[in-house]
């Protein structure tokens, strides 16, 4: 299934985030590609996670995106920005089966990297392993339906 994918990073998350860009446009990755929005940095000079991470959740909680990819230095200040909008779920992962588990049980929207913990080639598999992955619903779909405070 291909997808629009918006993403973005921080500074420590840069050098991932092009590699993935680039494996979504011409690479591994480009069977997943309906349009990609490269929502920055444009490039590794410092910048705040948080600017980045609101773009890319806005995109997917308004509906322009089918689904993101963040990268920082952690995972977890992208993520849990993210998780702050509407209808996001965003889930962290270090390795493919966290990725693929974050779709099918919890229908994560968003998938965040941690920079500083794994390989480009392992940001990689876990970003093919994230868009390869569809919802289960059934005993999940309650669960996620509790998720969202309204």
């Known amino acids: 299934m291909k997808?629009?994918?918006?993403?973005?990073?921080?500074?420590?998350?840069f050098d991932v985030k092009e590699r993935i860009v680039n494996a979504l446009n011409s690479g591994t990755l480009k069977e997943y590609n309906a349009g990609v929005s490269d929502m920055g940095p444009d490039s590794a000079d410092r910048v705040d996670y948080p600017?980045?991470?609101h773009?890319?959740?806005?995109?997917?909680s308004n509906g322009t995106c089918d689904l993101g990819i963040l990268i920082c230095g952690?995972?977890?200040?992208?993520?849990?920005?993210?998780?702050?909008?509407?209808?996001?779920?965003?889930g962290l992962a270090w390795d493919s089966e966290l990725a693929s588990l974050a779709r099918e049980h919890n229908d994560a929207n968003?998938?965040?990297?941690?920079?500083?913990?794994?390989?480009?080639?392992?940001?990689?598999?876990i970003a093919r392993a994230f868009l390869s992955s569809?919802?289960?619903?059934?005993r999940h779909q309650d669960r996620v339906?509790?998720?969202?405070?309204k």
Do not use: W
């Open 55 to 60: 773009k890319v959740a806005q995109a997917v």
């Open 74 to 90: 952690s995972g977890n200040g992208v993520c849990i920005t993210a998780n702050k909008h509407e209808g996001i779920r965003a």
């Open 110 to 125: 968003i998938i965040c990297l941690p920079a500083r913990f794994v390989s480009e080639e392992k940001a990689l598999e």
């Open 3 to 13: 997808y629009t994918i918006a993403i973005g990073s921080d500074h420590a998350g």
């Open 145 to 149: 339906q509790k998720i969202e405070m």
């Open 51 to 53: 600017d980045y991470a």
């Open 134 to 138: 569809t919802f289960e619903g059934g």
